[in-house]
């Protein structure tokens, strides 16, 4: 039987995972995401103690961004620019392909990884283009066109487009690039700094999920206009809040005017934006489907 590792990097913790296949992810293991040089070697030593005596049939990373994805880049596989304190520049993949120098290894933006598990497992079954949307700590998007996930310069990083802003509104925006950007105005720190709370403690009719909905609007409007998805798919703490998702469809259908016809029907379009499946569980499985993609090129001639 196969065996994969899966590595999910976030910005606050790594979600470790080795096994055969979706049902057979046996071995689950936690750690925070301290500074890339201990964080990494401790993931390194997990991975070791995973691997076993039979090592692995291939590795899949799907991590935060933003990250360098050309191979055969010197760049490839190392952070961009990162608001995360002394990420900037650390190479991810480098510590990896040491301690496993025969293994294929995949790497993909935790949002293309997520993307591509819900292709396989979820949500996005049986379609060739479709955006995987999660509104959280930041906002991030996964692009899949044509059965593939949208790499070119770098990868989309469609969190950080500019909107509207809405009338009633006058908080600055929290994105440290951008100010108010989409992810600068309604990530999770945005909505805790509005509202002094924690998302958690806010009530359901707190009025900043609707706000944050109809900014998460313009994000949908702009994806269906430029990309024209066969399905939208909204994950993360915030994106999958009732009210946010409410008030989103709400305002991105009438936002749109009836131009796209396809979608003008309300209930084809409430059934076209919907929550993600995977839940928590989409990053593990993307880093699965990005292990089974690489053992798969690995063996074709
Ligand atoms: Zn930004």
Redesign the pocket.
């Given at each position: 039987m196969a065996h994969f590792a899966c590595i999910e990097l976030g910005g606050t913790k790594i979600n470790l995972a080795a096994g055969s296949g979706p049902d057979d992810m046996s071995a689950v293991v936690r750690l925070p995401t301290l500074d890339p040089a201990s964080t990494l070697a401790a993931m390194v030593e997990q991975l070791r103690h995973l691997a076993g005596e039979g090592g692995f049939d291939a590795i899949g990373v799907a991590s935060f961004g933003p990250i360098a994805l050309t191979p055969g880049t010197s760049a490839y596989g190392h952070f961009r620019q990162t608001p995360k304190p002394g990420w900037s520049g650390a190479d991810l993949l480098g510590p990896i392909r040491d301690a496993f120098p025969q293994t294929p290894i995949a790497l993909d933006t935790d949002v293309n990884g997520a993307a591509l598990g819900e292709a396989r497992w979820g949500g996005a079954v049986g379609l060739d283009s479709f955006a995987y949307v999660t509104v959280g700590t930041g906002i991030g998007v996964g692009l899949v066109c044509n059965g593939r996930p949208v790499h070119g310069l770098l990868h989309p990083e469609a969190g950080?487009i500019r909107v509207r802003r809405q009338p009633d509104d006058s908080y600055a925006g929290h994105?440290p690039?951008?100010g108010d950007?989409l992810?600068?105005l309604a990530c999770g720190p945005a909505i805790q700094a509005r509202t002094g709370k924690a998302g958690e403690t806010l009530a359901a009719d707190d009025p900043v999920w609707s706000l944050t909905g109809r900014y998460l609007a313009e994000l949908f409007h702009s994806l269906i206009l430029i990309a024209s998805p066969q399905r939208i798919l909204v994950g993360g703490g915030i994106g999958l809040n009732p009210a946010v998702l409410t008030a989103a469809r709400d305002a991105a259908h009438s936002g749109l005017g009836g131009y796209i016809e396809a979608l003008e029907d309300r209930s084809t379009f409430d059934e076209f934006i919907q929550p993600a499946h995977l839940g928590d569980r989409a990053g593990v499985m993307g880093a699965l489907a990005l292990a089974q993609g690489a053992s798969h090129e690995h063996r074709a001639p």
């Open positions: 950080h994105c690039f951008h950007c992810e600068g």
